[in-house]
């Protein structure tokens, strides 16, 4: 996998409150590096700044030495799967959604896909809310429904870089224990980037940083920042 690298990192949504204040880390490849640190800290604009939803204000992010602002929209996000905090849906059926990214994707790919992820028995529903001529198929998915098809979509994308920003928050310990599992086994030699809000769902990750107040401020395995409390 790519080698992943922010290097002092600053960024702002509006100029009076800085959000990152100069970020460094660096994802080797085939690894997995977890941001963790309490709400508002900047976890997630740590990922959107990766995907491109923003450009960072100073500082760069590069994947295999290339600027990421260098780097086509189009290739980028052929590299990287995103499984967002709130995602949004396509208005068309679940299997479309889950094949999204990977259009040559066979059926029973898709299929797969949706029972690692859990969601095979809607896969022909559609997600309800858009569109007022879906009749039967039409079905309002909750949260954790919706963070279950873009799991099975990056489960089918399978993609070098992946960016798990709160992924199972929003399912059950059970669901979210037997999913993780199946996102483990995508994570596998990917180059990986875990947000969460808390330690205990990163254990395995290869270095966890802790982001407090747009800043690095603690960084190591698991079992050392146990340790220090
Ligand atoms: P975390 O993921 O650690 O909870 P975020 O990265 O989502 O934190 O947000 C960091 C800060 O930036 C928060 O205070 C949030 O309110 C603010 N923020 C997030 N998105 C925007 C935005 N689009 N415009 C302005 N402020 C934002
Ligand atoms: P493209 O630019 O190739 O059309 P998109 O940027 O539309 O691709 O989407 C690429 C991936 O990013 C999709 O898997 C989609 O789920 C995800 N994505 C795009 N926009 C959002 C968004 N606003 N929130 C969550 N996920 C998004």
Redesign the pocket.
């Known amino acids: 996998g790519p080698v992943i690298r922010f290097e002092d990192v600053h960024f702002h949504?509006?100029e009076d409150?800085k959000?990152l204040k100069g970020v460094s880390f660096e994802v080797p490849a085939g690894k997995t590096i977890a941001v963790v640190?309490?709400?508002?800290?900047?976890?997630?604009?740590?990922s959107?700044l990766l995907y491109r939803f923003y450009d960072v204000t100073s500082g760069r992010i590069t994947i295999d030495e290339q600027d990421v602002r260098d780097v086509t929209q189009k290739s980028l996000r052929a590299a990287i799967g995103m499984v967002p905090q709130d995602t949004v849906l396509f208005n068309d059926s679940i299997a479309y959604n889950i094949r999204y990214g990977r259009p040559d994707a066979t059926d029973e790919e898709v299929r797969e896909a949706a029972r690692l992820a859990q969601v095979a028995d809607f896969i022909e529903a559609l997600p309800r809310g858009y569109d007022t001529e879906v009749g039967e198929r039409g079905l309002k998915l909750s949260g954790g429904e919706k963070q279950r098809v873009a799991i099975a979509r990056t489960i089918l994308k399978s993609p070098e870089i992946l960016i798990l920003d709160e992924a199972t928050s929003a399912l059950d310990t059970a669901t979210e224990r037997e999913i993780q599992s199946a996102l483990d086994t995508v994570a596998r030699d990917r180059t990986t980037l875990v947000?969460a809000h808390r330690l205990s769902t990163v254990v395995d990750a290869d270095e966890i940083l802790v982001?407090r107040d747009g800043q690095v401020a603690e960084r190591g395995k698991h079992q050392d920042l146990l340790e220090q409390g």
Do not use: H, Q, V
Request: charged letters at 25%.
């Open positions: 949504y509006d409150r959000i640190g309490p709400s508002g800290a900047g976890k997630s604009t740590i959107r947000i982001l």
